[in-house]
């Protein structure tokens, strides 16, 4: 309970979770969109309460570890779960009230109890605000979960406490929260988060609030239903704005879903393709993936002056090592403007997790590997070592400035976004080559699990 008189003094983190960014000392940017998380839960404080808020995302700001808080709240992602709980206890040692939350304490409640005094599971919109009354009243609980999943009505993030300049893209919206889809390897549908959709005029009401030109949807795919999508794309064309967003490889399906995204202000779209082999596309359950279609979609999208981030995924089990030259291969001869490579991840929770668990294959669970730039699990066709050095070649490869230039240099296309897309990634191929922290120590891993029978491949 807050006994001290004044200002309730609120800190809300989000712990590093090493993107891809410019590091120039005391300033960072980051070439991805502002998450809207710390921004929201600041727009949800109950206006009653007398609250000083800070907010810091850390990938991007420094930690003032010196304040005094009366509490912290730290969302995390399985990939900063580790750093999530060193800043817990940290925090708590200083005597500031700590909160967990985010998706990794949704997938794994009982493990963050440990570290917080209270955690909130699942959506915030609803738990956030009584949280912060329980506590003014003394009776904080140690769990929060919301199980109406309400997205309707919600206040305008408040992006005026987001601190200018850190972010490529500092406006973000969502339309959508969760996913229809059951990929094994992901961890929205482990989380239960189920599949809904904010009021289309809500949705319209914040964009044209947003006095940028651009902004970017962060919705898992904002495609899922055409109908709506096209739906808010119509009511945003004469806003003359400018977005991006995640989408399906089945908008190809739909030509005037297509034509409304030119036509609403499209520039970039990231698409899951995933993989150009179709035993492992089905191996996740990502079957309304076409390989033969690719091609066309890619076209598609280019005629319509759309830039196409594509990613892919390394480590599938029908994934041998010549997977990594087949795939850079490819994404040149289809000129997908600015690839983005990941390692399979078993995030907990999810059906890749559970099989890889019983198949006596997950190396470790230290989370800070979890991060889909790692390895983490046992390869069916070549080692661990040998799909790191892949990975990392497949990177250092695609992003060579020849192969650059030829898959952005495109009569007709923006320049602007392939151009900061692919300067981004030639900088991260620098960041992978230099980071000797890509697995736990070997010698650690193979005492603690695995003898002197694991395929590492390390000479």
């Known amino acids: 309970m807050h006994t001290t008189p004044g200002k309730i003094t609120i800190l809300l983190l989000l712990p590093d979770a090493r993107i891809h960014k410019l590091d120039f000392g005391l300033w960072r940017i980051s070439f991805r969109e502002a998450p809207l998380t710390l921004t929201t839960l600041a727009a949800l404080i109950p206006g009653e309460l007398d609250v000083k808020v800070t907010l810091v995302d850390e990938s991007v700001m420094r930690i003032p570890r010196r304040g005094k808080y009366d509490i912290v709240g730290i969302s995390c992602l399985t990939g900063t779960a580790r750093r999530a709980y060193q800043l817990a206890k940290h925090f708590k040692e200083n005597g500031s009230t700590v909160i967990l939350g985010g998706i990794h304490v949704t997938l794994l409640p009982e493990e963050a109890l440990q570290y917080a005094d209270a955690i909130v599971v699942g959506f915030a919109e609803k738990t956030w605000p009584l949280l912060l009354r329980d506590y003014m009243h003394g009776k904080l609980r140690r769990v929060y979960k919301d199980t109406s999943n309400d997205v309707s009505a919600l206040p305008l993030p408040e992006r005026r406490l987001q601190k200018k300049g850190h972010y490529m893209v500092p406006n973000t919206v969502f339309a959508t929260r969760g996913c229809k889809g059951s990929c094994s390897f992901c961890s929205v549908p482990a989380a239960k988060y189920g599949w809904h959709k904010r009021p289309v005029s809500e949705v319209v009401d914040e964009i044209r609030s947003i006095s940028a030109k651009r902004f970017v949807f962060n919705d898992v795919h904002i495609t899922q239903e055409p109908d709506y999508t096209r739906e808010i794309l119509k009511a945003i064309t004469p806003l003359h ?210 003898g002197n029978n694991i395929r590492w491949g390390v000479v």
């Open 241 to 450: 704005k400018e977005w991006g967003g995640l989408a399906s490889t089945r908008i190809l399906d739909d030509p005037l879903l297509l034509d409304a995204m030119e036509e609403s202000g499209c520039s970039y779209l990231l698409i899951g393709f995933e993989s150009f082999n179709r035993d492992s596309l089905a191996s996740i359950r990502k079957k309304n993936n076409k390989v033969d279609e690719y091609r066309e979609l890619v076209r598609e999208l280019h005629k319509r002056r759309i830039t196409v981030q594509g990613c892919f995924i390394f480590g599938f089990d029908h994934d041998d090592k010549s997977v990594f030259k087949n795939t850079v291969d490819m994404v040149n001869e289809l000129k997908i403007d600015i690839p983005r490579y990941a390692v399979f991840t078993p995030y907990p929770g999810t059906e890749a997790y559970r099989t890889f668990e019983k198949e006596n294959r997950l190396l470790h669970r230290e989370w800070y590997y979890y991060d889909t730039q790692h390895v983490v699990f046992l390869p069916k066709h070549m080692s661990p070592y040998e799909l790191d050095e892949g990975f990392k070649w497949a990177y250092r490869e695609t992003f060579r400035i020849p192969a650059s230039i030829s898959r952005t240099f495109i009569k007709g296309k923006s320049f602007v976004i392939p151009f900061l897309g692919n300067l981004a990634y030639k900088l991260y191929v620098h960041r992978l080559y230099t980071d000797a922290n890509r697995f736990p120590d070997l010698n650690d891993l193979k005492r603690m699990k695995y």
